[in-house]
C-alpha cells in the first residue's frame, strides 16, 4: 500500500542551528514527492517538489530535500534554522494509482511539528 | 507561485442551516480540486476530488449528500454543508492542481464553527 510516514512528531531546534525534518514513503513506480507548510490557523504553502532530476531540490526559504531512491526518503533540510520557521511540515507523495491526468491525489504525512527556540 | 482563492475565512452558522465554502484558483485554471477537512493538530483529510463538469469523487465515510461539491468552472468549486451539525465544525481547506503541472496548491482554509 502507498503510504508516507513522518516519524517525527515533534522536532525542537535552536536557532541557527540545521534543521532536518524526515519523511519516508512506499509508492509504486517513481514517486512524486512534495513538502508543504503549515502555519497556525492558515492553508498550506508549497516549499518544494521532487518529480525527476537532480536529487537535492532547493525550495522556498531557504529549504531544501534530498531523494534518497534506495532509502525511500526525501528529507527536509535547513542549514540554518529561524525562529519563524516554527510550524507545521507535511510531506506528501502523488497516489500512483490516481486516473492519470487530472487526478492528482497526495497521499500524507501526519505532520511533524517544527519548533524553533529563539 | 499559482493563487487559491477560499471565501469564507470563517463562517459560523445555527445547527441544521447549510454553509457554502468557495475554493477559486486566482490565476491559473484548475481542472481537479481536492477538498480536506482538518482536525486541530492533526493531518488532512481528503474528503473529496472535484474535477471540472463532473461529479466530484468522495472519499469512503465522506457522506456526499452532506458534503455537496459543485464544480462548474475551470476556477471555482464549491462545498456546501447541508444541514450543519457541531459535529461539522471544523478546519476546510481546499487545493487545486494546474493543468499541466504537478503540484497543488492550496487555498487559506475556511474554519466553520456550528452552533
Known amino acids: 500500500a502507498q503510504s508516507v510516514a513522518q516519524p517525527e512528531d515533534q522536532v525542537n531546534v535552536a536557532e541557527g542551528n540545521p534543521l532536518t525534518v524526515k519523511c519516508t514513503y512506499s509508492v509504486s513506480g517513481n514517486p512524486y514527492l512534495f513538502w508543504y507548510v503549515q502555519y497556525p490557523n492558515r492553508g498550506l504553502q508549497f516549499l518544494l517538489k521532487?518529480?525527476?532530476?537532480d536529487n537535492l531540490v532547493k525550495g522556498s526559504y531557504g529549504f531544501e530535500a534530498e531523494f534518497n531512491k534506495s532509502q525511500t526518503s526525501f528529507h527536509l533540510k535547513k542549514p540554518s534554522a529561524l525562529v519563524s520557521d516554527s510550524a507545521l511540515y507535511f510531506c506528501a507523495v502523488r497516489d500512483m494509482t490516481s486516473n492519470a491526468g487530472n487526478n492528482r491525489k497526495l497521499i500524507w504525512g501526519l505532520g511533524t511539528s517544527l519548533a524553533v527556540n529563539p | 507561485g499559482a493563487v487559491v482563492s477560499q471565501h469564507p475565512s470563517r463562517v459560523i452558522c445555527k445547527s441544521g442551516t447549510s454553509v457554502k465554502i468557495e475554493c477559486r484558483s486566482l490565476d491559473f485554471q484548475a481542472t481537479t480540486m481536492f477538498w480536506y477537512r482538518q482536525f486541530p493538530k492533526q493531518s488532512l483529510m481528503l474528503m473529496a476530488t472535484s474535477n471540472e463538469g463532473s461529479k466530484a469523487t468522495y472519499e469512503q465515510g465522506v457522506e456526499k449528500d452532506k458534503f455537496l461539491i459543485n464544480h462548474a468552472s475551470l476556477t471555482l468549486s464549491t462545498l456546501t454543508v447541508t444541514s450543519a451539525h457541531p459535529e461539522d465544525s471544523s478546519f476546510y481547506i481546499c487545493?487545486?492542481?494546474?493543468?499541466?503541472?504537478?503540484?497543488?496548491?492550496f487555498g487559506e482554509g475556511s474554519w466553520l464553527t456550528v452552533v
Open positions: 521532487y518529480i525527476t532530476g
Open positions: 487545493s487545486a492542481g494546474t493543468i499541466s503541472g504537478n503540484t497543488i496548491y
